[in-house]
C-alpha cells in the first residue's frame, strides 16, 4: 500500500516536501522510486533510492533541486524538492523495487502492476 501526499499550489522557484506511506511490504527489503506522469504525457521516473539510503540517483531534469531520502523506522520515502519550475508539473508517485541500479533506462522501464493514488504538484504564477 503506498499513500503519496504533500503535494499543493507553488510559484516557480518554490519547494515542496512529498511523502509517501507505505505499508504491506518489507519496506528495507526495497530500493524505492519516485515518478511523476504530467499530462498527456508519459509516466517518467525522478529519483531512486537503494534499501539503506547509501545509493541515490536523480534523473537529469531534477538533480540539484530535488533530494530523495528515505526513514526505515517510519517506512516512510520523501522527495524535498526546490527551485521548482513548471515543467515540474505532474502527478508524482513512489513505488518500491527489488533491484537499484545507476541506469536512467531501467527506471524509465520499469512497469509496476499497480500504482498509489499520487499527489498533485502544480508549479505556477
Known amino acids: 500500500h503506498l499513500v503519496e501526499s504533500g503535494g499543493g499550489l507553488v510559484q516557480p522557484g518554490g519547494s515542496l516536501k512529498l511523502s509517501c506511506a507505505t505499508s504491506g511490504f518489507i519496506f528495507d527489503d526495497f530500493a524505492m522510486g519516485w515518478f511523476r506522469q504530467a499530462p498527456g504525457k508519459e509516466r517518467e521516473w525522478v529519483a531512486a533510492?537503494?534499501?539503506?539510503?547509501?545509493?541515490?540517483f536523480y534523473a537529469d531534469s531534477v538533480k540539484g533541486r530535488f533530494t530523495i531520502s528515505r526513514d526505515n523506522k517510519k517506512n516512510t520515502l520523501a522527495l524535498q524538492m526546490d527551485s521548482l519550475k513548471p515543467a515540474d508539473t505532474a502527478v508524482y508517485y513512489c513505488?518500491?523495487?527489488?533491484?537499484?541500479?545507476?541506469?536512467?533506462?531501467?527506471?524509465?522501464?520499469?512497469?509496476?502492476?499497480?500504482w498509489g493514488q499520487g499527489t498533485q504538484v502544480t508549479v505556477s504564477s
Open positions: 533510492i537503494s534499501w539503506n539510503g547509501g545509493s541515490i
Open positions: 513505488h518500491p523495487d527489488r533491484e537499484f541500479h545507476y541506469d536512467r533506462d531501467y527506471w524509465n522501464r520499469r512497469k509496476y502492476d499497480s
